[in-house]
């Protein structure tokens, strides 16, 4: 079973840059599809970004495609996301979560670990 901590939320103004980090422990992150989620107050979780394994292939809501960038370091077991021109409408708690398997999914049923969350505050 894999464990996941994110860090680098926090408060930022319209236009500006964040960049997230999951770091994962008990299991190497090489062997999990992983992806960010985020969830708003009074909304649903929703998805953000996914990368498949080995990094090769990346997957983005059109909501964030073009500003946000998701990657992996598997070397140190750690998940990214860069996030550029931030809006106030992107301001929610971010998960990260890992599935053990080689097909990226987009959903947040197919994804059976999940971190703690980290919150992202745009003010406008």
């Known amino acids: 079973q894999v464990q996941l901590v994110e860090s680098g939320g926090g408060l930022v103004q319209a236009g500006g840059s964040l960049r997230l980090s999951c770091a994962a422990s008990g299991r190497t992150v090489s062997s999990y599809t992983m992806g960010w989620f985020r969830q708003a107050p009074g909304k649903e979780r929703e998805f953000v970004a996914a990368i498949s394994r080995s990094g090769g292939s990346t997957y983005y809501a059109d909501s964030v495609k073009g500003r946000f960038t998701i990657s992996r370091d598997n070397a140190k077991n750690t998940v990214y996301l860069q996030m550029n021109s931030l809006k106030p409408e992107d301001t929610a708690v971010y998960y990260c979560?890992?599935?053990?398997?080689?097909?990226?999914?987009?959903?947040?049923?197919?994804?059976?670990?999940w971190g703690q969350g980290t919150q992202v505050t745009v003010s406008s």
């Open positions: 979560a890992a599935r053990p398997s080689t097909i990226v999914f987009l959903t947040t049923s197919e994804y059976p670990y």
